[in-house]
C-alpha cells in the first residue's frame, strides 16, 4: 500500500438490519481525528468485535466500520510529544473498534489519551497475546489481591475458563501460585486447562444444578467470573466467608 491509503476489514450495512464484510482498501483521510497516527502491526479478535462485524448498534453505531477493540504497532506521527516517530505503543478499550475505525485496519488514528507505550522487554505480537483479555483477566486478579486475598486464601474458580479472559485468568493465577478449579462447557477443553494450570476442571452444569438455596457448601476462597448469569449466582453462594468475587464482560 502506499501513504495515502491501506488495507482494513470493513463492515457495510447493504440494506436495512443487513452487513457485509469485505477486506478492502481505505483512505488514511478517512480516519477519524487524532493526535496519533499508528501503523498496526497486531491486534486481537474479542467478543465485541464479533458483535461489531454482525451489525450489533449497541457496541457500533455507524457503518461502514472496521472493528478491533485492540492495537498494537508503532506511531507515525503524533501531536504528542510524549509518542515519537517509531515509537512502540499499544492502544485498548476506550472507543477503539466500536465507534472509532480499530485494530483489523493497517493504520488507527486516535487521541493521544489513549495510547500507551509498549513495556520494555515486551514485543509488539506478545502484547496482542494477552491483549484485551489478558488485561481483563489481569485487573481481575490485581482486584482480588487488593482485597486481601492470597494463594494461602484457598481454591480460586474460574468460570469461562476456556474462553479468552478465563484462560489468561487460569494461568496467571496458577502463576501466582495459586491452586485453580477451572469451570467449562467443554469438557474437550480439560487436558488444556490442565495444561496451563488448572488443578481440576469441573463441568459448568454442575454450578448451574447447584441448589437453589440462600448458602451452599464453602468451596472457594474467590471466584473470577466471566460468565454472569446463574453460573455466578452459584458460584457467590458456595464462596468461603470473606471470599472475594469479580466479575467481567458485556
Not at 491486534?43 to 448498534?57: E, I, P
Not at 495510547?115 to 490485581?142: F, H, I, N
Not at 481454591?155 to 467449562?184: E, F, P, Q
Request: glycine share 14%; proline share 3%.
Amino acid at each position: 500500500m502506499d501513504k495515502k491509503n491501506f488495507r482494513a476489514f470493513i463492515v457495510s450495512e447493504i440494506a436495512q438490519g443487513v452487513f457485509q464484510s469485505r477486506v478492502g482498501i481505505r483512505g488514511i483521510e478517512s480516519l477519524p481525528a487524532g493526535d496519533v497516527l499508528i501503523r498496526v502491526r497486531y491486534s486481537s479478535l474479542n467478543y465485541k468485535d464479533a458483535l461489531s462485524a454482525r451489525g450489533h448498534k449497541g457496541v457500533t453505531k455507524r457503518y461502514p466500520h472496521t472493528p478491533g477493540i485492540d492495537a498494537a504497532g508503532e506511531v507515525v506521527c503524533s501531536g504528542d510529544n510524549r509518542f515519537a516517530e517509531g515509537t512502540r505503543v499499544i492502544v485498548t478499550g476506550f472507543d477503539l473498534g466500536m465507534n472509532t475505525s480499530g485494530g483489523f485496519g493497517e493504520y488507527i488514528r486516535v487521541p493521544s489519551q489513549w495510547v500507551v507505550k509498549l513495556p520494555d522487554g515486551m514485543a509488539v505480537r506478545e502484547s496482542m497475546v494477552y491483549g484485551t483479555a489478558g488485561m481483563t483477566a489481569g485487573l481481575s486478579l490485581m482486584k482480588l489481591e487488593r482485597n486481601g486475598l492470597t494463594p494461602n486464601s484457598g481454591d480460586i474458580l474460574v468460570t469461562g475458563a476456556s474462553g479468552g479472559v478465563g484462560c489468561m485468568a487460569v494461568a496467571l493465577l496458577a502463576k501466582r501460585g495459586y491452586r485453580v478449579i477451572a469451570a467449562t462447557g467443554k469438557p474437550e477443553q480439560s487436558g488444556f486447562l490442565h495444561s496451563i494450570g488448572a488443578i481440576e476442571v469441573i463441568d459448568r452444569k454442575e454450578l448451574e444444578q447447584m441448589p437453589v438455596r440462600a448458602m451452599l457448601r464453602e468451596r472457594w476462597a474467590g471466584v473470577i467470573d466471566s460468565v454472569g448469569g446463574r453460573i455466578l449466582e452459584a458460584a457467590i453462594r458456595a464462596t468461603k466467608r470473606e471470599g472475594s468475587v469479580t466479575c467481567c464482560g458485556l
